[in-house]
């Protein structure tokens, strides 16, 4: 498996509901298992630190108490040597013969080293003249570097020295022997302290007197607190280590002073545990610190922390283990409810017997399941049935579109069917016509049709279906050309109907029929006949006159009694007389309070403008069926033809 | 049922022999052994000599147990007379008599200690009886009599004209034949190189302090001075002058007389170390090892052993010029063993007397001394067809492993003893006396053999090489050089009782009155001044009286020098050692 396949089952792995749930719990025992050992740590070292506090005051007591006044007495002890013949003789540096000088030096030597031999405190004796030449002894040499070039100590050493107020005494160091030596020979005293102070006297003038302590003055001041855990560390102001016990020097001063008298416990540089304790001496103010190996403290504070890891552990396992079986009771309740839950997301809205759990909450969990599972098993019916009925509300809307588009279609093959083009006859003088259909929302069954039969013959004709739709449409397009039909083979009005009436009540199984003014017109004369086959009234205006309503008796419509017979009635319009004939849509269009527009509005309305062309006379009876409808929705087809007669 | 009560009954019989034994074991008598001297090399109880010890105590039917007698304990046992069975000891012999708690082993030598009144051993129990007022009782039995060195020295240092070794290979190593020689041959080096490699002054000559005023490139000086104080005795005659006032033999005197040179050849240049009146022992070895010194009063190693860490074939170290002047020490002839400082003897409260001289007659036993030197014979060594004794191939395999150092604890002369060294401390002879097939106790390297292939030193290497040779102590034996085949000097004066208290006064004054001139002397400006100041110094010390001590001394050492001279001699012959001729004598003066 590819490392990135393990980063994602361990992914995985970790976004387990068991491991997330066994996961805290092993984190908050571990987290009580290490405060216990925390708290335990912290109280045990507080102990020790405590009871080694007693040890502290009985080493610091002993020690500071023992250090200053053993310098003290040796500074005091070697105070007097400069006022030594030899010594004050060497130091004045004044000889005239090389054996004078090395007599001198032997004898100067010979005097310090008896002196120094006498304080077996004191390490070594040197002096340092004002111009910075230095003479004296240390066990490993004798020292005379009478030109200061040849001084070896330190630069800055020397200067300090040289810097020392008269009266009083300074400490210096701690320098190597090998440094002041200038060499080594693997035996050397690492630290020296150098108690220094400035002597004056009349005969050799000015002069520093240094007296050397090396760190076996400390040996047996540390005797008494040893305890065999400890390393006491002596250090001078600049935290330079001066004398220490055990083996090693410490490698970092700061760090054991800077962390002593804390309380804490530190690793040095091996690592290994350590607390430390200070205290700084008053003059020389050099740092005594006491380095306590807390290793063995460690080892029973380790001890104790191992049992409780150890315990603590074996607590965890135990739990763990039982926590595991509970959990994996718990689990498998929880993975039945899931399985429901995962069931129920894939439909299955069935019922689940669940286990009987000691958990309340998945008790709840279940029966909330259950209910959830009942109530969606309803609303999934409920959407299902919305769907379904959606569906056939949409199945109809589409039926409806299609039929809709169908019956537009229908309109539109109606309407051309229907002469459109006004003026209808422009080289025919004699008369003008104009005609309209304004079709309701559904196919009407309303056509209105105009031709000339002979170059003086007009036929007229307007009709209105007894029904809607399609078939009314396609029973108008047949009564049409019916119609047509006879009036082209030379029939008269009658004639025309009667016959169409045959033919259309033979193929009339829809039981429709069509009322129809149809009227023949001579031309020449104004003389015709006219039909009216249950159709609505004509309305005459003859020249000069108003528009009236022609009542007389109509025919049978046309379509509905085979055997019917119609009868022409015959007129005459002379120039000037205007023909108006219409559909029942014109007097029967309703306004808001379904009141018909009627008759007697028609004629007012035709008469508001009496002498208009047919197509003015049109629109203004239009416009006058629009007012009175307002926003009521037309119902029918609203049919006009209008002819008005001019004459030859 | 046969099978069980037949193992039954051997089980029976073999159980009170095997309690018999381990009673036998338990009954063993515990000898104990307290060291009291405190050199880590003569430490007798040291884990890697268990094989040795476990023969030992096999040998002798004793269980030995080793005490280091720390001064305290050792003062206390003298007090109480509480001490171990035997005691080695370096302490003042009176003292031990004083307290009477040393066994008078005299009575029982002959039965139980027959080696030690035989042989090279016996000799020292005629010297003890004759010179220490033993005519009532014999006390002490020496260590390691015999011969202290043999003559093949491979290492570059010794006594005589000590030089920069690579400095004076660069001049072409000139011959040096006496201190104007050698006095040049220092001027041109230090001409040469008057500062170190690392920039350190450097000097025609060093000392360490007044220690080592005393020159040592002189063999009619150098090779004697094993009389006290300032008294020196001469390997040809025997005799004994007085070192005070002799100014003609003198060590003393000529050591001034040389270092005044030093002082008017190098005052001018700065080639005069004026430190060596002052300086210590340290400031002195620090020079050396700088290689500051042109030349030595005694060849140091610590300039060579630092530079060949670097460059291992350096040549920049101290080297002994071949010459006359030369001394080796070599074939000194220790009739009381080591200076007679390193005695045994047995607790008068012994409980085991006869198990301690028991001990002591193995000590004494040249072919044990070979055991204990070269192992068992058939494991590490034994005779060729001829007869002459050699390494078996094992002995030579744990030769060469422990010779290479580090060698394992199961190494054989890791757990027989260290080889030729702790062992050979304990017998009562040396390991090139001869043990009865002819042959020396140490077969293997007390040869020429063993020292020319053992030698690594670069500055002996080319010594050898320059001067044609195969040891460098060749070269110094055939230009004159001497060693101490002839000297009794030791020997005598190991034998001679302290002068009394008001003489060791007188002598104590004589050092005050030399060490007083002694830096006036060194810085005379001119052999005028010098004599002066010499003759000076000799009234002062005649005025002492110290002429008066050192004839008290000299009777003291011609009375030993009565006994011990015929007894060396005798031993001398014996080995083939002969002695220095008259004419030998004559040229060396």
């Known amino acids: ?648 | 049922m046969k099978r069980f009560l037949s193992i039954v009954l051997a089980a029976l019989l073999i159980l009170p022999l095997t309690c018999s034994v381990a009673l036998a074991e338990e009954e063993r008598p515990v000898l104990t052994i307290g060291d009291v001297t405190d050199r880590s090399d003569r430490r007798i109880d040291g884990e890697d000599q268990l094989g040795l010890w476990q023969y030992l105590e096999d040998q002798l039917g004793v269980e030995i147990d080793f005490v280091y007698l720390t001064p305290e304990a050792y003062a206390s046992g003298l007090a109480s007379g509480n001490l171990p069975d035997i005691v080695a000891t370096n302490n003042n012999l009176s003292t031990i008599l004083d307290n009477g708690v040393a066994l008078n082993a005299d009575p029982y030598l002959e039965e139980y200690a027959p080696n030690f009144l035989e042989g090279d051993a016996r000799l020292a129990y005629d010297v003890f009886k004759q010179l220490l007022n033993e005519e009532d009782g014999f006390y002490f039995f020496p260590q390691k009599i015999g011969y202290n060195g043999v003559g093949y020295s491979n290492e570059p240092s010794n006594r005589g004209y000590v030089v920069r070794w690579d400095y004076y290979k660069e001049l072409g190593y000139p011959p040096i034949n006496n201190e104007d020689d050698y006095l040049e041959v220092l001027r041109q080096m230090h001409e040469k190189h008057p500062y170190t490699e690392d920039g350190y002054p450097t000097y025609l000559f060093g000392s360490n302090n007044f220690a080592g005023y005393a020159t040592a490139f002189r063999s009619e000086l150098s090779l004697d001075y094993w009389a006290a104080y300032k008294y020196q005795n001469n390997i040809f005659t025997n005799e004994v002058f007085d070192g005070y006032t002799d100014a003609a033999h003198s060590m003393w005197w000529t050591s001034m007389a040389w270092y005044n040179r030093l002082y008017r050849a190098g005052k001018a240049d700065g080639s005069f170390d004026m430190e060596i009146l002052t300086q210590t022992d340290a400031q002195f070895d620090a020079k050396c090892a700088r290689g500051q010194y042109m030349g030595l009063t005694n060849g140091k190693s610590s300039l060579y052993e630092e530079k060949v860490k670097t460059d291992p074939d350096t040549l920049t170290g101290y080297g002994l010029v071949p010459s006359p002047a030369t001394n080796l020490y070599t074939n000194v002839y220790q009739l009381l063993g080591n200076g007679s400082r390193y005695m045994w003897f047995i607790s008068a409260n012994t409980q085991h007397k006869e198990a301690a001289l028991g001990l002591i007659n193995y000590m004494c036993d040249p072919r044990f001394v070979r055991e204990a030197i070269m192992g068992q014979q058939g494991v590490t060594w034994d005779y060729d067809a001829n007869g002459v004794p050699q390494m078996t191939k094992y002995g030579q395999e744990q030769f060469d492993e422990y010779a290479a150092g580090d060698a394992p604890k199961d190494n054989y002369y890791a757990q027989w003893g260290t080889y030729a060294e702790l062992s050979a401390n304990w017998p009562v002879l040396r390991d090139n006396m001869t043990h009865p097939d002819g042959y020396p106790l140490d077969f293997l390297t007390i040869t020429r053999e063993h020292a020319a292939s053992t030698m690594t030193n670069n500055i002996s290497l080319d010594m050898c090489e320059h001067y044609k040779v195969e040891l460098p102590s060749d070269a110094h034996y055939q230009v004159g050089g001497l060693d101490f085949r002839n000297d009794c000097g030791e020997a005598i004066s190991s034998c001679i009782s302290s002068l009394n208290r008001d003489q060791l006064h007188i002598l104590e004054d004589a050092e005050d009155i030399l060490d007083d001139n002694r830096v006036d002397l060194i810085l005379a400006k001119s052999d005028k001044e010098f004599n002066a100041i010499r003759d000076k110094t000799i009234k002062k010390l005649n005025d002492l009286g110290e002429p008066e001590v050192f004839r008290a001394y000299q009777q003291k050492w011609d009375a030993a020098a009565a006994v011990v001279v015929p007894l060396v001699q005798k031993v001398q012959a014996a080995n083939g050692i002969e002695p220095y001729t008259p004419e030998q004598y004559e040229r060396n003066l």
């Open chain 1, 1 to 648: 498996m590819s490392h990135n396949g393990i980063a994602a089952a361990l992914r995985q792995r970790f976004k387990s509901l068991r491991l997330r749930i066994l996961l805290p719990v092993i984190i908050m025992a571990a987290l009580v298992i290490t405060l216990l050992n925390t708290l335990y740590y912290r109280a045990f070292t507080l102990m020790i630190t405590q009871r080694e506090q007693d040890m502290n005051s009985v080493g610091f007591d002993t020690i500071s108490n023992s250090v200053v006044p053993l310098i003290n007495a040796s500074v005091s002890e070697v105070r007097g040597i400069l006022s030594d013949s030899w010594v004050a003789s060497y130091a004045r540096h004044q000889y005239s013969s090389d054996p004078e000088l090395v007599n001198a030096r032997i004898k100067c030597r010979d005097a310090l080293r008896s002196e120094f031999a006498s304080h077996d405190r004191v390490f070594g004796l040197l002096f340092m003249r004002a111009d910075g030449s230095l003479f004296g002894t240390i066990p490993k040499a004798n020292i005379f570097a009478d030109d200061p070039e040849q001084n070896p100590l330190p630069k800055k050493m020397k200067e300090q020295i040289l810097s020392v107020p008269l009266g009083q005494t300074i400490w210096v160091g701690p320098v190597s022997e090998a440094d002041i030596c200038g060499f080594d020979d693997g035996d050397m005293s690492p630290s020296i302290m150098i108690a220094a102070w400035k002597s004056v006297n009349a005969s050799y003038g000015e002069c520093y007197a240094m007296m050397l302590l090396d760190d076996s003055i400390f040996d047996d001041l540390f005797v008494a607190p040893q305890d065999g855990k400890s390393v006491w560390h002596l250090f001078a102001e600049d935290q330079t280590e001066i004398w220490h016990t055990g083996k090693d020097t410490c490698p970092d001063p700061g760090k054991l002073i800077s962390n002593s008298n804390t309380g804490k416990i530190f690793r040095d540089e091996n690592g290994l545990p350590m607390c430390s304790f200070s205290m700084t001496m008053d003059s020389p103010a050099w740092t005594l610190v006491r380095e306590v190996s807390m290793e063995g403290y460690e080892q029973i504070v380790g001890g104790v922390t191992r049992s409780i890891a150890i315990l603590g552990g074996l607590v965890l396992l135990a739990v763990v283990i039982v926590y595991q079986l509970w959990l994996k009771r718990f689990m498998r309740q929880f993975q039945s409810l899931l399985n429901g839950i995962i069931r129920m997301g894939q439909g299955d809205l069935e019922p689940v017997t669940f286990e009987p759990s000691s958990i309340e909450e998945f008790n709840q969990l279940r029966h909330e399941i259950n209910r959830t599972r009942v109530a969606l098993g309803e609303q999934m019916e409920t959407i299902r049935r919305m769907e379904r009925e959606q569906m056939e509300q949409e199945n109809a809307k589409r039926e409806q579109e299609r039929i809709a588009r169908e019956l537009e279609t229908a309109r539109q093959i109606q309407a051309s069917a229907l002469p459109q083009t006004f003026p209808a006859f422009p080289d025919r003088g004699e008369f003008d016509l104009f005609a309209s259909m304004t079709p309701a929302k559904e196919v009407g069954g309303d056509f209105y049709d105009f031709f000339l039969i002979d170059s003086d013959h007009l036929a007229l004709v307007i009709a209105d279906v007894s029904d809607k739709g399609i078939p009314a449409a396609l029973f108008m397009m047949s009564s049409k050309t019916l119609i047509r039909n006879e009036l082209m083979s030379g029939c008269d009005p009658a004639t025309a109907l009667q016959r169409a009436n045959v033919q259309l009540c033979e193929r009339n199984t829809s039981k429709m029929f069509v009322t129809v003014w149809l009227a023949v017109l001579e031309i020449s004369t104004g003389k015709g006949m006219a039909c009216n086959a249950g159709h609505e009234n004509p309305a005459l205006r003859r020249a000069g006159g108003e528009f009236e309503l022609l009542e007389y008796r109509h025919n049978m419509f046309v379509g509905g009694i085979k055997r019917a017979r119609y009868q022409n009635r015959e007129f005459e319009l002379r120039p000037g007389d205007c023909v108006f004939v219409y559909t029942d849509g014109v007097p029967e269009a309703i306004d808001a309070t379904d009141d018909m527009f009627g008759e007697e509005r028609l004629v007012d309305a035709l008469n508001q403008h009496v002498d208009a062309s047919p197509e003015e006379l049109i629109r203004t009876v239009h416009e006058a069926v629009d007012r009175f409808a307002r926003d009521t929705p037309q119902f029918d087809d609203i049919t006009m033809l209008c002819l008005r007669f001019i004459g030859a």
